[in-house]
């Protein structure tokens, strides 16, 4: 799943992930910024060296990867297969520069794309804005960064409208069920 900066990608996915049902494995990313107060290991994140990453990718073990302010951040292909093996549906909420990697990798039945949009632009400022936690500069530059992942939606097999939480967790859960079904129905 993926869906621009402050479209309630987090809370969403919480929501999914309570469905047991599902047999849902969240799957951590690798990270090589500095572990904060209070994370723990392989729970937020795999917290790596610089020298770690830069191996995984040599050894081509991401999924996808990128960097951010100095930092990289990718999905382990090793940790994704192995909970693929044990049977799991393995849930990865991911940027849309890493869905268009995971998309070059996978393909077919046993895959679903989703991108999660904001009921408008105006809504999205205001989450944005309404965390308190970043300057004005880094607020347009992340509105500026969500219009232009907005405009690639239609690279995924499902949009769902986060107007509501309940509503469009519940909406995923369907998309999931419904793979699901087609992938043992075939």
């Keep these: 799943m993926s869906g621009p900066s402050g479209v309630g990608k987090g809370t969403v996915t919480k929501e999914v992930m309570k469905d047991k049902s599902l047999n849902l494995f969240y799957s ?13 290991n392989g729970r937020e994140y795999y917290f790596v060296s610089k020298e770690e990453f830069q191996r995984n990718i040599d050894n081509n073990n991401l999924l996808e990867w990128a960097e951010f302010v100095g930092n990289r951040y990718g999905t382990p292909k090793d940790k994704v297969e192995e909970m693929r093996d044990k049977g799991f549906n393995v849930y990865l909420e991911i940027e849309v520069n890493g869905t268009t990697q995971v998309l070059k ?14 009921p408008s632009l105006e809504e999205l400022e205001k989450r944005i804005r309404g965390r308190s936690t970043e300057s004005e500069e880094v607020i347009k530059e ?9 405009g690639l939606k239609f690279n995924y097999e499902y949009i769902v409208l986060n107007d509501e939480i309940e509503r469009a ?10 793979k699901m079904n087609s992938t043992i129905t075939k």
Excluded at 28 to 40: F, K, N
Excluded at 105 to 118: A, E, K, M, R, T
Aim: without cysteine; charged residues 35%; proline residues 7%.
């Design 105 to 118: 990798q996978y393909s077919g039945n046993d895959i679903v794309s989703i991108f999660l949009i904001p």
């Design 169 to 178: 967790a519940e909406e995923i859960k369907s998309i999931i069920r419904s």
């Design 142 to 150: 992340r509105l500026e960064k969500a219009r232009r992942e907005l």
């Design 28 to 40: 951590v990313s690798m990270t090589t910024r500095p572990q904060r107060p209070g994370e723990e």
